[in-house]
């Protein structure tokens, strides 16, 4: 069993900054890509940041400059750290990561999202 759990969802005002963790836990062997997306009321989810196991990072272009993901292998999480945050960026955030378990079987996991509002 694998789980991600993520923290630090909360309501700022814009311009305030924000820090998003996820921990991945269970039988893992390895961990590949990992993520953030968010999902706005009304709209489909999109991908906000990835990161490689290698560390190469991707990032939406509306973020782009204002985000950054980083990720620590050994502790198996991976964290963004949202700075100059608009009420755009509104949303539920959540975590995804390409898990191998120790049976040797790759799949694609998500974690329970958390709120992120951002208003005055």
């Known amino acids: 069993q694998v789980q991600l759990v993520e923290s630090g969802g909360d309501l700022v005002q814009p311009g305030g900054s924000l820090r998003l963790s996820c921990a991945a836990s269970?039988?893992?062997?390895?961990?590949?890509?990992m993520g953030w997306f968010r999902q706005a009321p009304g709209k489909q989810r999109e991908l906000v940041a990835s990161?490689?196991?290698?560390?190469?990072?991707n990032y939406a272009d509306s973020v782009k400059g204002r985000f950054a993901i980083s990720r620590d292998n050994a502790k198996n999480t991976v964290s963004l750290q949202m700075n100059s945050l608009k009420p755009e960026d509104t949303a539920v955030y959540y975590c995804?990561?390409?898990?191998?378990?120790?049976?040797?079987?790759?799949?694609?996991?998500w974690g329970q999202g958390t709120q992120v509002t951002v208003s005055s």
């Open positions: 995804n990561a390409g898990i191998t378990d120790r049976r040797g079987f790759w799949f694609d996991y």
């Open positions: 990161i490689t196991g290698g560390g190469r990072t």
């Open positions: 269970g039988s893992i062997s390895s961990i590949g890509t």
